[in-house]
Each structure stands twice: as C-alpha cells, then as structure tokens.
C-alpha cells in the first residue's frame, strides 16, 4: 500500500513558471535555471495562492509537523532555544545549483542569503552557511547560538577544513573561492557560539530550510 502523500509544486522562477503536480515536471522547469524559486505543497489551493505570492513569504516556513518519537523522547530532547539563527543549503543536484542562508529561529526573518552558485553540493552550501553565521554572530557582538541540521558541515568547521570531494574547476570557481575565505576565516579567528544540531525528528524541518523537495 503505497502511503506517499501526493505534493504540490509551486514554480515562480523557472524556464516555465506555475504549479506542477509531478516532481518530474518541477524538475525540469528549474533544471539549469540559475536562481530557481520553487516550494513544495501538500495541496493544490495552497501552491495556486503561494504562486500569487512572492517566494521568500514561503520558504522556512514550518508546516504544521507532528513528531513521530514519544512523548519520553521528546521531553528529554525539549523545545528549540529562539536565542538562536538557524542556517541551511539548497542544492538542484550534487554537484547543481546551490545556494545557503541564515535566519532567525523564532520570526524566520532572512539575515543573510547567499547564491545561488553554478555548482555545489549541500554539504559545501552547509558548511558555508554555517561559518557565515559564525561571522555574522562574531560581527554582530551576538551571544545567540546557531543551529544547523547538518553533522558534515559541523564536523568540518571543527577540522577547520572543507572535506569536499568534489574537484574545482571554472565553473565552481566562486564556490571554491569561499570556501578558501571560510577556512581562512576559521582559521584566524576564535569565537564563542555554540553550534547546536537541530532536532529535524522532533521539531520539523529548520526554520532556514527552502522548502524544496
């Protein structure tokens, strides 16, 4: 018994834009498309009135979730602290169009955004998103933590180095020259913020999340 539920896709910068009912047709509207906007629905009124509207009002936004664990588990884990960023990446295929921001936990008010890149990964866009906001916070004097959902990206801002597999090359120049920037940056400065990883199983999605598939 198949129990998928059926999704709704919201295009609003594509090769066509509109609402798409297969993953499949989504796909390749943003497909090459440098700067796709695009948002997945559980129903079709609700992709036809985010069309209406302007992509950034969407994405982030939690979806009503219900946890799976029990009420133990969830007790013990507790609720999310909202002094606090949450930051996240987006990437159309591995290596494929990427891009990252950073928001606040509580309000989901965009602090920064950076893309979208001709080629990355989500775990390059995480690690960037990640020590992006570690400068943010430094810069800003904060004493906020900082989530992430990613245990690569945390793994690599302690190593103070981006593992990444993928080879440079012209295209993924940009991304490549961050990365140096970040690993630079890592290396020569000290900071205090903690970096938490976010609860996907008992809070949702993270608030930076795009919405994507």
Request: charged share 30%; glycine share 2%.
């Given at each position: 018994m198949n129990t998928k539920k059926k999704k709704y896709y919201t295009v609003w910068k594509g090769h066509k834009t509109g609402v798409?009912?297969?993953?499949?047709?989504?796909?390749?509207?943003?497909?090459?498309?440098?700067?796709?906007?695009?948002k997945s629905f559980s129903t079709l009124e609700a992709a036809k009135t985010a069309l209406k509207g302007n992509y950034y009002d969407y994405i982030g936004k939690s979806k009503s979730f219900k946890s799976?664990?029990?009420?133990?588990?969830?007790?013990?884990i507790g609720q999310p602290n909202y002094n606090s960023i949450s930051v996240d990446a987006a990437s159309s295929g591995n290596p494929g169009i990427m891009e990252y921001r950073g928001v606040d936990t509580k309000t989901k008010k965009q602090l920064f955004i950076q893309g979208p890149f001709k080629e990355g990964t989500n775990n390059i866009g995480e690690f960037l998103a990640l020590v992006h906001g570690l400068a943010f916070l430094k810069q800003h004097k904060s004493d906020r933590i900082i989530y992430t959902d990613s245990r690569?990206?945390?793994?690599w801002v302690r190593k103070k180095t981006c593992n990444s597999k993928i080879e440079r090359n012209t295209k993924n120049q940009p991304v490549f020259d961050l990365v140096e920037r970040a690993e630079q940056w890592l290396k020569?400065?000290?900071?205090?913020?903690?970096?938490?990883k976010w609860e996907t199983k008992a809070w949702g999605e993270i608030p930076a999340d795009f919405g994507r598939k």
């Open positions: 798409f009912e297969k993953w499949k047709d989504c796909k390749a509207q943003i497909k090459d498309f440098p700067g796709a906007q695009y799976d664990l029990s009420e133990a588990d969830l007790k013990k690569t990206a945390m793994s020569a400065n000290e900071y205090t913020t903690t970096i938490v």
